[in-house]
């Protein structure tokens, strides 16, 4: 098993280049299995454990999916599809998996995927999505740790309501109705940047889907979708990991293609805990020279602050002056990086869903473990700024969402290493 070990007390400086992001390139991969006619060629896929699963699963499906690292492309042939089934093995290693029942739904008229399971960072169920493939018509069936979904007479538009806007069933949802019969309209939808990617290709495959990245979507279904050339978006959360660590440290860094545009609640956080930041249209420099001060958070759905940066900022609070809070209300239980952060000497309290941190000088570098990717991101974090040496555990969470992380990291003058324990 490989760590890494990090060197307290940097300073980073330098450029960043933010690479594609994986919540964008998921489900537009799981999209190309409903392109027909020619492949589709993805560009800007950032070379990450989640998106050689997914690619697996298409394989798995007997479609011809192939990654190049070397120019970040890849390319899926989705004019056949072999099989409808996903198997355990490959559903259990990542829930987004279950983002292929929508196309498959939409592409086979049905779909047989393991149940995704509990997951470290709460419940998690599916219930939305299933509720709207039925909306859609399909029937749905649930045994022997298999969800099953037909609609053998194939899917047909229709009114639905999300009770939370899911980014997860909106994307199924939305890849499910693009070959329905007739509109479909989504209510109270996840508007997240990722949801209007993967709808800008969908309809550069040919759909018709309007008003993505707003409160209602329309979906006027049409009867083939072709394979075509994409580049995914920049990762607004990669992003954000670097603007904090550059902040943290009281460092100098410009993160090359970050769109700020995608970064307003974490530019205006920032600001308020007093680093400086200037937006341009290739990307962000921020810069501080000074001991941050403590802010409070709260996460929410987009465009609100993203529970996928609550656990970096509750490293960057932990040094901070004062006392800060930090609420989730997107995951039930996401606050396993507490105990982690506590172990370095942070001073943190958790009541519910709100956590009480209150910033000390100095973190003292010691052995901690990545309990899930966005906690393992913040215990690098904390690992830079702290004193001595922090060695971070279970780092195939981390490997699961940033692209080369070390490399990316020592380019900013950060010492930080992969080990094999
Ligand atoms: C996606 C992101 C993840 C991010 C999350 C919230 C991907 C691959 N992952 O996950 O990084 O943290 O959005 O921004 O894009 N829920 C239900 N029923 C459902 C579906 C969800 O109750 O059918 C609940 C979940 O338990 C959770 C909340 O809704 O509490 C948010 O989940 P959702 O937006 O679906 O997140 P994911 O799509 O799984």
Redesign the pocket.
């Known amino acids: 098993m490989e760590k890494l070990v990090i060197g307290g007390g940097n300073r980073l400086s330098g450029r960043v280049r933010i690479s594609g992001a994986?919540?964008?390139v998921?489900?537009i991969i799981a999209a190309t299995l409903l392109g027909q006619d020619s492949p589709s060629v993805l560009d800007e896929v950032p070379s990450l454990e989640?998106v050689h699963t997914i690619t697996a699963v298409l394989r798995e499906l007997g479609v011809k999916a192939e990654f190049c690292a070397g120019t970040n492309q890849l390319f899926v042939d989705g004019t056949v599809i072999g099989r409808c089934e996903a198997p355990y093995d490959l559903v259990r290693r990542?829930?987004?998996s279950f983002?292929i029942m929508g196309p498959l739904l939409a592409r086979c008229g049905q779909a047989k995927i393991s149940l995704p399971g509990g997951?470290a960072?709460?419940?998690?169920?599916?219930?939305?999505?299933?509720?709207g493939f039925e909306a859609l018509g399909a029937s749905i069936k649930i045994g022997h740790g298999f969800i099953e979904a037909a609609a053998p007479d194939g899917l047909k538009g229709a009114k639905i309501y999300l009770?939370?806007?899911?980014?997860?069933?909106?994307?199924n949802i939305i890849m499910a109705a693009a070959m329905a019969d007739g509109q479909t309209v989504l209510e109270n939808p996840?508007q997240?940047p990722?949801i209007v990617d993967l709808a800008n290709y969908l309809n550069v495959m040919g759909a018709r889907i309007r008003g993505a990245g707003t409160n209602v979507i329309k979906i006027d279904g049409v009867p083939k979708l072709t394979g075509r050339g994409y580049t995914i978006i920049p990762d607004r959360?990669e992003a954000g990991t670097y603007m904090v660590a550059a902040a943290m440290t009281r460092g100098d860094v410009y993160i090359e293609n970050a769109i700020s545009e995608h970064l307003k609640p974490i530019i205006a956080k920032l600001k308020e805990a007093g680093a400086t930041l200037e937006e341009d249209t290739e990307g962000i420099r921020v810069t501080c020279d000074h001991r941050l001060k403590s802010i409070d958070i709260k996460?929410m759905?987009?465009p609100g602050f993203?529970?996928?940066m609550q656990a970096q900022f509750m490293a960057m609070m932990a040094v901070s002056e004062g006392m800060g809070t930090v609420t989730e209300t997107?995951?039930?239980n996401r606050f396993m990086h507490v105990d982690e952060l506590k172990r370095m000497g942070a001073n943190i309290r958790v009541d519910g869903r709100t956590s009480y941190v209150t910033g000390t000088d100095r973190l003292s570098g010691c052995q901690v473990k990545a309990t899930d990717?966005?906690a393992g991101a913040a215990m690098v974090l904390a690992g830079l700024v702290a004193d001595g040496e922090t060695q971070v555990g279970y780092i195939h969470h981390i490997d699961r969402?940033y692209d080369n992380l070390v490399e990316k990291l020592v380019s900013l003058g950060a010492n930080i290493r992969r080990v094999d324990e």
């Open positions: 994986k919540n964008a998921l489900p989640d990542m829930r987004a983002l997951c960072i709460g419940m998690r169920p599916i219930d939305l999505h299933l509720k009770d939370f806007p899911s980014v997860g069933a909106t994307e996840a997240e990722e959360i996460t759905p987009y993203p529970t996928d997107v995951f039930e990717l966005r969402g």
